[in-house]
């Protein structure tokens, strides 16, 4: 083909993709290049092969399974913040398309979590918040593990967990009631920044729900800080959820 030895230039500029998008599903041999790709040390050409193979797969369901085993070696070597969201995303898509394939996956996804290195943690952190956002029903036990990360001597972890509870409240707020006693109980946590965040993930979830707002509300009002952000951050929420009460009337 003529185009063949042009892949990798249009994966790493970006532009085009439909017409690499054209070929992969027509040719199996541009196809097997496009996937070769997924190990390109240039982030942005894996990203971009990663994005038209998820397009191909569609057409060719065959393409999940062993994806999901590129894509788990993937996260652990990603050093690329938008390649690590463009797998998580990949995640996301296969926990609706195959979730069967993903929920084998997710004990190994949160184990690697919990005892990886930094940078392993932060990268299976972006890829569980798009399962639970995408399809919370596969984290299974997983959901009691993220309950003892609110619980946690380590502020990572409990700012982990706050991201995974927004991400569950986006499907429905009865994923989050059972993490509320505990969330409430953040408030006084040593790490002011552990504080302000479960502020604003409090100020989230009572928005979502009026019956909640009400509690948050009370709580932020009676609530009182030495730190400024944390103060901020009340401040805000309690002007953000006062408002929407007075929408809601």
């Known amino acids: ?82 390649l690590t969201q463009e797998i998580a995303r990949a995640f996301g898509v296969l926990s609706k ?18 005892i990886g290195n930094w940078k392993i943690r932060v990268n299976m952190g972006y890829v569980l918040e798009e399962i639970i956002r995408a399809n919370p029903l596969l984290l299974g036990d997983i959901i009691k593990d993220i309950s003892h990360l609110l619980t946690s001597k380590e502020s ?14 986006e499907n429905s ?14 408030l006084c946590d040593k790490d002011p920044i552990v504080r302000a965040a479960t502020v604003e993930t409090l100020v989230e979830l009572g928005v979502k729900n009026k019956g909640f707002r009400k509690i948050v509300l009370a709580k932020l009002q009676d609530l009182k800080d030495t730190d400024s952000l944390v103060n901020r951050k009340i401040k805000e929420g309690i002007s953000r959820l006062s408002l929407q009460e007075r929408s809601s009337l």
């Open 156 to 169: 990572a972890d409990k700012l982990a967990a706050l991201n995974f509870i927004s991400a569950l409240s």
């Open 1 to 82: 083909m003529e185009e063949e030895l042009d892949i990798r230039e249009i994966l790493a500029s970006g532009k085009e993709l439909d017409k690499i998008l054209v070929y992969a599903m027509r040719d199996e041999e541009v196809l097997k290049q496009v996937i070769s790709y997924l190990d390109d040390d240039l982030w942005i050409v894996a990203k971009n092969a990663l994005l038209v193979i998820l397009e191909v797969a569609k057409e060719k369901p065959e393409l999940y399974e062993p994806l999901i085993s590129k894509l788990m070696v993937m996260i652990r070597k990603s050093e690329a913040v938008p």
């Open 173 to 186: 707020f009865r994923y989050v009631s059972p993490f509320l006693p505990k969330l409430l109980n953040l």
């Open 97 to 114: 398309e195959e979730p069967e394939m993903v929920r084998k996956v997710v004990p190994i996804i949160f184990a690697s979590y919990r």
